[in-house]
Each structure stands twice: as structure tokens, then as C-alpha cells.
Nanobody, 123 residues
Framework: QVQLVESGGGLVQAGGSLRLSCAASGLTFSTYSMGWFRQVPGKEREFVGG????????YYPDSVKGRFTISRDNAKNTVYLQMNSLNSEDTAVYYCAATIGIIPGPRATYGYWGQGTQVTVSS
């Protein structure tokens, strides 16, 4: 079955950096666009970036543009999220997700999701 497993979350001070990884299995990774989302309790899941199937297109919302960078390694079936200049508003559970469609795309088009990894930014 399809599995997406995030790792790399943790506690970091404001201004610091973290790199999240998402390892995929059970799917032909290179045929899926990948997205990263985050969610805090009581709020909707927020898209924070996406990468096309071969990595030639990237998309970021204004809230993270210039601070977050997505990359993927199709040979390793892994997508990454490098997060710099973190602040308390970045505290959330971060999820990776796969879509057969294009990025960013509606959230409903992402058919596979990981279990999430907690990122906590202390001020």
C-alpha cells in the first residue's frame, strides 16, 4: 500500500531552520506531484508548497515564499522541505501529500497523505 512517512520535525528556536523529509513507497513516485501542508488545531490545513513530478516547477504561497524551499529526489522517492527563518507562526503539524494532478491544486486532489510531523518554534 501507499505510504508517505514524514520525518525531521522537532523543536527549534525562532530564526532557526529545519529540514523535513517525506519518504514515499507503494507508488510510482515520479508520476506524482508532491505538496507540503501544515495544520494547527482549529484551523484548516494550509498549503505551504509544492513541486511538480520531475521537479521543474515549484509553487509557494506568500506566507512562506523566500523562507521555505521544496526539492525532490525521484531516485530516492523522497521530497524535502527546507524551512529557514522560522517563527512562532510556523508552529504546526506538517504533512506531505501526493497528487496525480498539478500543483498547487485543490486539497481534495491529493489522494495520499503522510501521518504528519510536529514542528514547534519557540520564541
Amino acid at each position: 500500500q501507499v505510504q508517505l512517512v514524514e520525518s525531521g520535525g522537532g523543536l527549534v528556536q525562532a530564526g532557526g531552520s529545519l529540514r523535513l523529509s517525506c519518504a514515499a513507497s507503494g507508488l510510482t513516485f515520479s508520476t506524482y506531484s508532491m505538496g507540503w501542508f501544515r495544520q494547527v488545531p482549529g484551523k484548516e490545513r494550509e498549503f505551504v508548497g509544492g513541486v511538480s513530478k520531475i521537479g521543474d516547477r515549484l509553487y509557494y504561497p506568500d506566507s512562506v515564499k523566500g523562507r521555505f524551499t521544496i526539492s525532490r529526489d525521484n531516485a530516492k522517492n523522497t521530497v524535502y522541505l527546507q524551512m529557514n527563518s522560522l517563527n512562532s507562526e510556523d508552529t504546526a503539524v506538517y504533512y506531505c501529500a501526493a497528487t496525480i494532478g498539478i500543483i498547487p491544486g485543490p486539497r481534495a486532489t491529493y489522494g495520499y497523505w503522510g501521518q504528519g510531523t510536529q514542528v514547534t518554534v519557540s520564541s
